[in-house]
């Protein structure tokens, strides 16, 4: 969510990404995943894709490790009376894709969610080409992201 991470010039928003107004405007809390690739490589590291991250040694088993604080969390909210609504990926991420391939943080992820027989929603931040596009999706997508949050609030 926190576009500051992002390699410099690849930043899909400014900030973070206009969807955390409709998280808390319906009180729902978030976990943030820290960028694996800020916390290894700095804010000064080069675009890299899945491939050279995996090829950095150490850096799969990083991901690894930083998931342990995050199920921690989500254990402890559950136990407690918390719902887990899903996670929120970055399209064509290295490191936070869901899809076409997973990015190497989310592997790590979906490993564990399937290790522990957890279910769980996914949604994924969209790529926009141009401005153009991005300003003619964008509240469509807005719009997709909306119904997801209720659906799973129903549930």
């Not at 960028?35 to 799969?60: D, Q, V």
């Not at 969390?73 to 869901?98: D, W």
């Not at 080409?129 to 949050?149: G, H, L, M, P, S």
């Amino acid at each position: 969510m926190n576009q500051n991470a992002v390699v410099h010039g690849l930043e899909r928003a400014k900030g973070a990404f206009p969807l955390v107004e409709e998280i808390l405007k319906r009180g729902i809390g978030i976990i943030q995943l820290p960028c694996p690739e800020f916390l290894y490589l700095g804010s000064n590291r080069p675009s890299m894709n899945k491939a050279e991250y995996k090829k950095t040694e150490g850096y799969t088993e990083h991901c690894r490790r930083i998931l342990e604080s995050v199920f921690w969390q989500l254990e402890e909210y559950q136990k407690n009376g918390y719902s887990y609504i899903g996670v929120l990926g970055i399209q064509e991420s290295p490191s936070c894709s869901l899809s076409s391939p997973p990015g190497v943080l989310m592997e790590k992820y979906m490993e564990e969610m399937e290790r522990r027989n957890w279910t769980q929603a996914c949604f994924e931040v969209p790529v926009f080409y141009d401005e153009e596009e991005k300003d003619e999706k964008w509240e469509e997508y807005k719009a997709r992201f909306t119904a997801f949050i209720e659906e799973k609030l129903e549930s």
